[in-house]
């Protein structure tokens, strides 16, 4: 079940209804989820239900379900099991033979999306990227040549050094939409080139904090741009040797030859 993303007023009558009806709530943090339901005078048994307690929480909420009992099942902000804990319990649940009904609300990437200005009919939500540079330059550079626009989500200790990746990875022309804080006092959406989004995060230390929606748009269409292949082998030979950022570039390029991205990496490796 979704619960509002900051303002928690941003709830539905139906979503109030189900948490007033079930026997118990299965949360993410169980502090969080007391606050909204004190907010609204609901009294309900709260459960446990996260990253590092999942699996041995299904056992308690089945034990539950086995018993006749209702759950409902939500995350800290948003829709379970989208970036969130969830989907584990989700199919233990199934899997018992117990009807499980979404209940549908707020989701950060769609209030993004719906305030970017990107064209978005075909995007492609990634999530959180890797919190390790290297991995997630490696993830960046699969997704430089598709022609989805792009959503992520981000930390704020993580977020300069994450737009700097993406500037490196799919160049500095693209469009990135940098959403922070959304329904919340400091909501912020700000559209730039990604060339001018770490200088704007610089600039003041507030635009660094909060939870954070990142959206750029997606490559050209044509799998055969050859700037498009330049910033792939960029990406891909800082942390590769030559012959297996090639091979990957293979992969990833489609419409190119071998020898053709072969002899690219080695003009690309001299300017590194």
């Keep these: 079940m979704a619960t509002p993303i900051g303002n928690l007023r941003d709830i539905s009558l139906r979503a109030l209804d189900v948490l007033k009806s079930v026997d118990a709530v299965a949360a993410e943090d169980t502090r969080v989820t007391g606050r909204l339901l004190s907010y609204y005078g609901i009294r309900r048994r709260l459960i446990a239900v996260h990253g590092h307690n999942e699996k041995r929480a299904v056992r308690q909420v089945l034990n539950l379900l086995e018993q006749g009992n209702s759950v409902a099942l939500v995350t800290d902000a948003g829709t379970p099991a989208v970036s969130d804990p969830g989907a584990l319990l989700v199919a233990a649940a199934r899997g018992a033979g117990h009807a499980v009904t979404p209940v549908p609300g707020a989701n950060a990437a769609i209030a993004a999306i719906s305030a970017a200005g990107i ?31 792009l959503v992520f989500y981000e930390a704020p200790h993580r977020v300069t050094e994450c737009v700097a990746d993406l500037c490196e990875a799919l160049g500095e022309e693209r469009r990135i939409v940098i959403a922070r804080e959304l329904t919340k006092l400091f909501e912020t ?69 071998k020898n053709e991205l072969y002899r690219m990496a080695l003009e690309v490796k001299r300017d590194l």
């Design 119 to 149: 064209n978005a009919q075909q995007f492609l939500f990634y999530g959180f990227l890797p919190a390790r540079a290297p991995e997630r330059r490696r993830a960046l550079a699969q997704l430089a040549a598709l022609p989805y626009t």
């Design 189 to 257: 959406v700000h559209a730039c080139r990604l060339a001018e989004a770490a200088d704007w995060l610089a600039q003041d230390a507030d635009r660094r904090r909060g939870e954070f929606v990142l959206i750029t748009e997606g490559a050209a269409a044509s799998t055969d741009d050859a700037d498009a292949a330049r910033r792939t082998l960029r990406a891909l030979l800082a942390e590769l040797p030559l012959r297996r950022a090639v091979d990957l570039a293979v992969k990833l390029m489609g419409g190119k030859k």
